[in-house]
């Protein structure tokens, strides 16, 4: 009746080109910046929820990115990485600059969506800002609308990998 859906495989290369999530030397530099696994908090600053949804398939059996020691968190003392979506409203401002203020450095801010960006669909409304990037010093920024849960963990990959070499 239901057909059973393979685990996604985020070790190796898939058929479209998308590569790991996190190699081992990838892993290693992970453990070099926070010395021990990573933990995300995920910050809603006034989305649609679409990219939240998104986020929280990261956690299922299918994606299960806590096997490569990626946890998301509820407190933001206890994160890593603020992963914030949505267009950053400007009621929001104040409790994103405080959430970042009470994140353990290393910090990186992950932005995700393009709403991140500038705003996106919501852009020019007086509702919200010009994006993520005049509030906060933002790592990198993994686009869609929203991004699938495969690219949301080969974006951060992505620029975690980056900041690992810098």
């Not at 996190?22 to 926070?34: C, T, V, W």
């Not at 908090?41 to 299960?64: K, M």
Request: hydrophobic share 35%.
């Amino acid at each position: 009746m239901f057909k059973r859906k393979e685990a996604v495989n985020l070790d190796r290369d898939d058929a479209q080109g998308g590569s790991a999530i996190i190699s081992g030397d990838e892993a290693e530099g992970l453990k070099k910046i926070f010395g021990r696994s990573v933990r995300i908090r995920q910050v809603d600053a006034g989305s649609c929820n679409a990219c939240e949804w998104e986020c929280i398939a990261l956690g299922n059996p299918v994606y299960d990115v806590s096997r490569y020691g990626i946890d998301f968190v509820a407190s933001p003392r206890h994160a890593d990485i603020l992963l914030v979506t949505g267009p950053i409203s400007k009621s929001m401002v104040l409790a994103l600059r405080q959430t970042y203020r009470a994140t353990p450095g290393p910090r990186i801010i992950i932005g995700c969506g393009d709403c991140t960006v500038d705003g996106g669909i919501y852009r020019g409304s007086y509702a919200v800002t010009d994006g993520l990037r005049g509030i906060l010093p933002v790592a990198g920024i993994i686009p869609g609308c929203p991004p699938g849960p495969a690219e949301i963990a080969r974006g951060g990959r992505l620029i975690v990998k980056g900041l690992i070499k810098e």
